[in-house]
Every structure is written in structure tokens, then in C-alpha cells.
């Protein structure tokens, strides 16, 4: 029987009149303001079997008690804002009172006018509108009390009576998210529930305590979703965007877990670690609210802390996203007791207690946001109003984007900017800058004033003075370097410079030169999506070559620069019995430049006008990549991650996931591509490895995969010395923390120059921006060849890095190139893939995957 229908018959046989005030958790505790609770609705034991905090919910549960408290009760509207990668629903309920749900559009569409008119919100205004709070749970879905909460609080919520709650529900429009991370909660309560017996056991080092790799915390491609607020490349993201801009919020709240030994944590964070783009009166705001969630936990006993660690800087966190969109981001972390109970330090951990701590600082958020109603909506509506105040003290005006060098990853940037409501304009006229020409249809600008001024501030600023020297994510993320795009700031009133406003970001730019072709196509490979295409082709069975020379060659009826690096398509193939029909052919090269964006020439013959002819030796063939990628315990699940995602997501090639634990059983001649991603490659057999190279295999190595390879000797580089100890000499004990702190790159931008003669480094030009937030520095290979890129004179463009780490950048190896054997290894110093938004370094991550058999 259906859960739904199964409620409706428990209410057949249940009395109507209002329970008892007693919350229906395995947990008591005192709730202000309530009288009784509705027995029309139902409680959480009724749908789901099991009380609150007697085990771990699954995340379709949750979604069964939400569809079923809202099918009765008067006070909810459940929506779904998106599916994730597994396809479950991410939900949320919008909770007001019944008069409030008749006229929620109309509320909704005034509710904007804070920040798309608010010079025209007077104080009286803001009086009688309700203020919105978006609580969300459980990001991580191994820190699962957070969702358990949400379930006991949307009961509450639909169920408690009395004048505090009829207040409250009049006075606030509530989204209620239970399920940031289904897919990830899934993983672990499936675990959490199967490794349970009929008794729980405390024991951390039982079955139940340690789940297996990846754990629960991440999305279904191991992504920290909780980094992904302002990249928003993820569905769960992006339909939870939808959502943040379509109501606009003035309280944010997000609700985590920690270490099971400590207490609980509320904001604000270390005070030193704000983001300098962010108001004072943001952190006032959230000091006060403090008070609240002080009070509710106080009245339970719990234990607490705040100012004292995390941060309000990344504003790609959900507890600071907030910060830059007028709202005040709120961070809520529960020690946690993963298991149903486990041993701490001081006793025993209870997964009720989280569960009771988590539903007591909703319940705060909640009274605070009422009783600081105005105070709030106040704050909001002057962010917005202040906002062409703080874009005439900036010095920049606009930013101006071009589109020539790849198309692509700059209309993947402008889709970026519009799901956070950032206007853009086509660039109206030209401007220079730098030596560079910007062109209309070949560009398009931000301005500075518009409502997300702060934002866009954040998004585009390079930064490198900071008030504190540790970081408790990473110290930059601007844009237009991770997506590799050439761009400027404009000083001057922008005004003259701004075209049409755009819309719609749509990808186009897929162009044919020339009409069909019975000789061959060139591909140019400058488009982001280049490699999908050229996958496609190899796939189709036709036999593609890259040029290592230049070359001018006819193209209807003129002659062409190619550059090289491009791909030559063979319309007839040596195998002729493999040949396509010429219609199919044609359709192939339809479809790439369709789908994929990219720039093809029909050929008229091989000869060249200059440079090489097309059948030179000065090309390779490219083989079809079958690709494994190293995974398991003892590898790094974001790095494996994010090169699963970006193969079989974004470029739609098929690879192979392989545990480390398996190697040494697998037939690794099945692949010619094996990526070690990042790990400490505790099983995997080093020997193995380097035999197989040694037959012709492609490694590809990035971050701690390269650290491995060059411990275990599969190519030699030099690690520069670096005397931390000597550093710390100075310091007092009480120091040393901060110390060594100060140290660590935590996530920072750099220049390297890049040989672009070089297979791996075709399509790009003679320096590129790297993200680096490792410690490990190696000099540059000796042997000619080898070093594809290395660290510029200058390197450092955006973020933290200590005076010492700096000094010993330059010239450091950044990329590097081996033969072994008839093998190849490819390797990254750090992450080229880092998050799913460096679109500029991952293509040189993609030309290590196409070209590693072509030098």
C-alpha cells in the first residue's frame, strides 16, 4: 500500500482533535509558543515507520513524508526543483499561512521589488511584507541529522498550534529544502542501515562507523556540492539557483556536521576571514541572530561555539552565497555521530542529539527571523539600493569579455553569470585595451553598476592582499582566468560601450567554411568541445590526424591558415571496406559542428600553398582513447570525480573505472589511457604500472597521482627544498598552528608559460592560468622536450600564497612530458579539472588524453 494511502486510512481510525504538545522524535524538548499539534497531520512515525533519530531516513522517505504532510495540510506547497544525476527529485516545501498561499505569486513578485526597485520600499512597506528564509539540509549526505531535522521541522511547522506559530507563519514565507544531496544520502543511510544489528553498537571502528569509499558525502560524480553554490555546474545546483533567485531570500541557513568530538558551531566565523566585498552590517546582522540560536540551544544544554573557526570568504559556500546576493548566510555544524550512536570523548554521541540540535537551530532561525522581521528586510533592500553607490567607488566600471579565442568557454561563463541574475550586453562598439581589440559580435561586458554589483565584483576580481593568511576553502576563483578567456576592466563610464542586453545564453559558433569536401575536413581544435567532436569521429570509424606544422591550403576557392594542431578528417580511408558512405559522412561533419561548435574546412586538395601538405609526416594519427581511471580506496574521490564527470558529462566519452585494489588483477592491455587522478595508491603495484607504459601505455597524472609516479620512479623530476621546520623557529607554541597555516596554498591562481609547439599544448597561446593549492615544487626536467609548461617570473594572479612558497615558483615545472619505452606520461602538478569550472586548464588535460601518442 502506498504510503499516502496508507495515512489516509490511519486517519479514518484516528480521532481529529488536536494532540498533546510533545514533538514525536525519539527526543523531548521544550517548544515555545506551542499550544498542541494538529493530529491531521502526520507525523513522521506514521509515514515512514520509525520515529525521527531511530535510524537513518532515506532520501525517498523524506520525499514520501513531504508529499504526504502536504497533501493535507494548507500551510505547504511542495515542489520539485530538479533531479539529480540519479534522477531523484530535489525537492522543496514553500510553508506560510493559508491567506499567505492565496496570494503567494502576488507576494513573491512584490518580494523582488527589494532588489529590482528598492529605492521605491519605503520602512512602511517593508512592515507589512513577511520576510523569506530558505533552510536547507544535509549537502553532505554522510552528515545526515540535518535532513532528519528537516522532517521533524516541516511536522512542526504544518502541525503546531498556537499564537507564536500563527505569527510566524504570517510573518514569514518559508523554503524548506530537506535534500540538497540525495544521491550522496543515499550511498550513506544505505550503508548506515544495512551494517546495523538488531543493537547498536558504539564501537567507531565497527561496520556501521566506516562507510566505504566514496562515502555519502558528495553528489553522484564525488563533487562537494557545498563549493558548487556560485559555479552551479551541477543539476542539484543549478535547480536549487532557480529557486534562491525566484524568491530571493533575506536568511539563508545551511546545516552541517563535524567531527564527532566537538560541540556545536553557529555563525558567525572568524571575524579576520570575512570577505572584504561583504557589508559590516551582514555580520551585525548574523552576531544577532546568534543570540537566538544561543537561546535555543541553552534551553536544551547543549554546548556550543562560535567566531572560532570556518569562514565567511569562498562565496561559492552556501553559508556566504548568501552574503553576496543581500541575505545573511548562516552555517550550522553538529558534531557528528554518523552512526546511530557512537563513543566521544566525553561519553556517548546519539543520533536523536544531533537530530534535537539540528530541529533547535531551525527553530531559532525561525523566531529570529520574525522578531528581526524589518531588520532584515531592511538590510536587504539597502544592499541593493546601495549597490550603484558601490560601483561608482569601484574603480572598475565594466569587464569585457571576448568570445574569438574560444567561443565556447566564454558563452559558458555568460551562462554562469545569467543563473545568478547578472546582466549582460552585447559589446556595442570597439574597445581597446591592452593591446587587444574587443569587437562587437566577438565580445560582451558586465557592468559594474546593475543590482549584483557586489557579485560580479566577486566573480571578476583578481585579488592578492589579504587580512588573513589562512583559508578555510580556497583564496580566489576569478572567473574569466579559470575559464581561460582573454579579458579586460574598463575604467570609464561603460555607458557608450553597452549593446543589447542578453537573455539567453545559448552555445553557437559551430561554422562550416567551404561547401562538401571528397578529399578530406580540417577541424581547428581552439573549441572547448573540440575533443567531443573529434571522439565522435573516431568513434564513426573514420581515422583523423593531427598536424604538427602549419599549412595554407584551398578552401572554397581561396587559400587558409591552418594552425597547428588541427585535425585532418579523411573523407576516404585507407580501409576501404570501414569507409562511410560520402552521405553519411557529410552528416558526421554536420552533427560536430552542430552539437560541438566547431570550426571545419572542406578541402579541396592536400596540396599546400605554404607550409606542410596534408598527407606530411608531420602529423599523427589518433587513435580511439580507451580509457581507465584509477579509483578506490587510497585515490582521491573529488579528483577521480571531477575526470569522470568531465569525460563522460561534459565530452561524452565512455571510461573505465578501475579500484585500485583490482590492478593487479585486470587486463590492463584493454586501455590505452590509465588516469591517476590524485591518491596515495596504497595497493596499487608500481612495477605494474610502469610495464605497462613501458608496452605502449598512455598514463596521464595529475596532482598526487604525478607525486606518486615520481616517488616510484616512472619518470625523474627534482623537488625543490623547502625548510619548514627553520620557518617556524620563532614562533611560540600558541603560534605554530597559523604558523604553518600561512604556509599552505589553499587555492590560488598563476601564470605559466607554456611551449605551445608542444602536442599537449595545442590551441593555446604562450601563458595560461593554473589553479594550484599543493606545496610541492619540482624543478624543471633537464632532458630538451619534456617541459610542456612551466611557472612564469610573475606567476601569481590571484589569492593567498606566502612570500617563501612564492619564491620558489618561478620556473618550476607545471606540466611535464615523458617517453618511456613506447609510452607516454603526461603530467599536471596540480588539478587541471579542479570543480568543473576550470574550463581553460581542462583542455589541456583533454589534449593529454588525444595527443599523448603524438610526440
Given at each position: ?63 514520501d ?14 515542489n ?12 522543496h ?26 529605492n ?21 549526505g554522510?552528515?545526515?541529522s ?7 521541522y ?46 547498536a553498537?558504539?564501537d567507531p ?11 555519502g ?7 562537494d ?19 534562491f ?12 556536521e ?24 551582514n ?8 543570540e ?43 558534531a ?15 543520533y536523536g ?16 527571523a ?18 550603484s ?18 567561443r ?20 556595442g562598439?570597439?574597445v ?5 581589440t ?15 554589483a ?41 555607458a ?17 567554411v567551404?561547401g ?9 581544435w ?19 590526424r593531427?598536424?604538427h ?10 587559400y ?14 585507407r ?22 561548435f ?20 608531420s ?8 580509457i ?12 577521480a ?8 558529462e561534459?565530452?561524452?566519452?565512455p ?28 595497493d ?26 615520481i ?73 630538451p622536450?619534456?617541459?610542456?609548461a ?7 594572479l ?30 599536471f ?6 570543480r568543473?569550472?576550470w ?6 588535460f ?10
Open positions: 500500500m502506498h504510503v499516502r494511502l496508507l495515512f489516509a486510512f490511519i486517519l479514518l481510525l484516528s480521532p481529529t482533535a488536536l494532540q498533546a504538545q510533545e514533538i514525536p522524535a525519539v527526543f523531548d524538548m521544550p517548544l515555545e509558543g506551542v499550544t498542541a499539534y494538529d493530529s491531521s497531520i502526520p507525523t513522521p512515525e506514521q509515514v515512514l515507520g520509525h520515529k525521527i533519530g531511530e535510524r537513518h531516513t532515506v532520501p525517498h522517505q523524506l520525499v513524508y513531504f508529499e504526504a504532510v502536504a497533501e493535507v495540510s494548507d500551510r505547504i506547497v511542495l520539485v526543483h530538479a533531479y539529480s544525476y540519479e534522477n531523484r527529485p530535489l525537492i516545501a514553500i510553508v506560510t499561512s493559508p491567506e499567505n498561499h492565496a496570494r503567494l505569486e502576488q507576494l513573491r513578485e512584490n518580494h523582488l521589488r527589494l532588489s529590482e526597485s528598492p521605491e520600499i519605503s520602512d512602511e512597506a517593508i512592515e507589512d511584507m513577511p520576510i523569506v528564509v530558505y533552510q536547507g539540509y544535509s549537502i553532505h554522510n552528515e545526515a540535518g535532513s532528519e531535522a528537516a522532517a521533524l516541516l511536522y512542526h511547522l504544518a502541525a503546531a498550534q498556537g499564537e507564536m506559530m500563527d505569527n510566524a507563519l504570517d510573518n514569514a514565507i518559508i523554503i524548506l529544502d530537506p535534500l540538497f544531496n540525495p544521491d550522496g544520502r543515499d550511498r550513506f543511510t544505505d550503508w548506515a542501515n544495512r551494517n546495523r544489528g538488531g543493537v553498537t558504539t571502528q565497527d561496520r556501521e562507523h566506516l562507510e566505504p569509499w566514496p562515502g558525502r558528495t553528489n553522484h560524480y564525488w563533487f556540492l557545498n563549493r558548487d553554490w556560485l559555479p552551479a555546474q551541477h543539476p542539484e545546483s543549478q535547480g536549487r539557483m532557480n529557486v533567485h525566484s524568491w530571493r531570500p533575506q536568511i539563508l541557513t545551511d546545516h552541517h563535524m567531527g564527532s568530538s566537538s560541540s556545536f558551531f553557529f555563525m558567525p566565523g572568524i571575524p579576520s576571514r570575512n570577505n572584504p566585498l561583504t557589508p559590516e552590517r555580520f551585525e546582522l548574523t552576531a544577532a541572530l546568534a537566538y540560536h544561543a537561546e535555543g540551544l541553552d534551553a536544551i544544554g547543549t554546548l556550543y561555539y562560535s567566531k572560532e573557526s570556518f569562514d565567511d570568504f569562498y562565496y561559492g559556500k552556501g553559508s556566504t552565497f548568501p552574503d553576496a546576493n543581500g541575505a545573511i548566510g548562516i552555517l550550522f555544524e553538529q557528528s555521530s554518523r552512526a546511530l550512536t557512537r563513543e566521544v570523548n566525553n561519553g556517548e554521541l546519539h542529539v544531533t537530530v534535537q540540535n539540528q530541529f533547535a537551530t531551525s527553530l531559532s532561525t525561525l523566531k529570529g520574525i522578531e528581526l522581521k524589518n531588520e532584515f528586510l531592511t538590510y536587504y533592500r539597502d544592499f541593493y539600493a546601495g549597490a553607490q558601490f560601483a561608482n567607488a569601484s574603480e572598475t566600471k565594466a569587464y569585457v569579455v571576448s568570445l574569438e579565442r574560444d565556447t568557454r566564454g558563452q559558458a561563463l555568460a551562462q554562469m553569470l545569467s543563473r545568478h541574475r547578472i546582466e549582460i550586453y552585447g559589446l562598439r570597439s581597446e585595451s591592452d593591446g587587444m574587443y569587437r562587437p559580435g566577438s565580445a560582451y561586458i558586465v557592468p559594474v553598476n546593475q543590482p549584483q557586489r557579485l560580479v565584483k566577486g566573480i571578476f576580481e583578481t585579488r592578492t592582499a589579504f587580512q588573513d593568511s589562512l583559508f578555510y576553502d580556497v583564496s580566489t576563483w576569478t572567473m574569466p582566468l579559470a575559464f581561460d578567456l582573454d579579458y579586460a576592466e574598463i575604467q570609464a563610464n561603460p557608450r560601450l553597452l549593446g543589447d542586453r542578453i537573455e539567453d545564453v545559448q552555445y553557437d559558433g559551430g561554422e562550416r567551404g562538401e569536401s571528397d578529399y578530406a575536413y580540417v577541424m581547428e581552439d573549441r572547448y568541445f573540440a575533443p567531443r567532436a573529434l571522439y565522435k569521429v573516431q568513434k564513426a570509424g573514420l581515422h583523423p593531427v598536424l606544422k602549419d599549412t595554407r591550403v584551398r578552401v572554397g576557392g581561396d587558409v591558415d591552418i594552425a597547428r594542431g588541427s585535425i585532418v578528417i579523411p573523407v576516404t580511408p580501409d576501404r571496406g570501414a569507409q562511410l558512405s560520402k552521405a553519411d559522412t557529410e552528416s558526421l561533419i554536420n552533427q560536430i559542428i552542430e552539437e560541438d566547431v570550426r571545419v574546412y572542406a578541402i579541396e586538395s592536400g596540396l599546400a600553398r605554404a607550409g606542410v601538405d596534408l598527407g606530411t609526416p602529423s599523427s594519427a589518433l587513435k580511439k582513447p580507451g581507465a581511471l584509477l579509483t578506490g580506496s587510497g585515490t582521491s574521490a573529488y579528483n570525480g571531477e575526470v569522470w564527470h568531465l569525460l563522460t561534459r565530452y561524452q566519452i571510461i573505465s573505472l578501475l579500484d585500485v585494489d583490482r590492478v593487479a588483477s585486470a587486463d590492463l592491455s584493454r586501455y590505452t589511457t590509465i588516469i591517476m587522478s590524485g591518491g596515495f595508491y596504497g596499487l603495484v608500481p612495477t605494474q604500472i610502469a610495464q605497462w607504459v613501458q608496452e605502449g601505455g598512455h598514463l596521464i597524472t595529475t596532482s598526487s597521482g604525478t607525486n606518486w609516479a616517488r616510484n620512479q616512472l619518470f625523474e623530476l627534482k623537488e625543490k627544498e623547502f625548510d619548514l621546520d627553520s620557518l617556524m623557529a620563532d614562533y611560540p607554541y600558541d603560534q605554530l598552528d597559523e604558523a604553518r597555516g600561512a604556509q599552505v596554498i589553499g587555492g590560488a591562481i598563476f601564470s605559466a608559460d607554456i611551449d605551445i609547439t608542444h602536442p599537449i599544448a595545442y590551441g593555446f597561446r604562450e601563458t595560461v592560468p593554473l589553479f594550484r593549492n599543493s606545496t610541492t615544487f619540482y624543478e624543471a626536467p633537464e632532458s622536450g619534456r617541459l610542456v612551466s611557472y612564469s617570473n610573475n606567476p601569481l590571484s589569492g593567498y600564497i606566502s612570500e617563501e612558497r612564492l619564491e620558489q615558483m618561478p620556473g618550476s615545472a607545471a606540466i611535464v612530458a615523458h617517453r618511456s619505452g613506447a609510452g607516454r606520461i603526461v603530467s602538478m596540480d588539478n587541471p579539472n579542479f568543473a569550472f574550463y581553460g586548464s581542462s583542455r589541456i583533454m589534449n593529454a588524453v588525444f595527443f599523448s601518442g603524438a610526440f
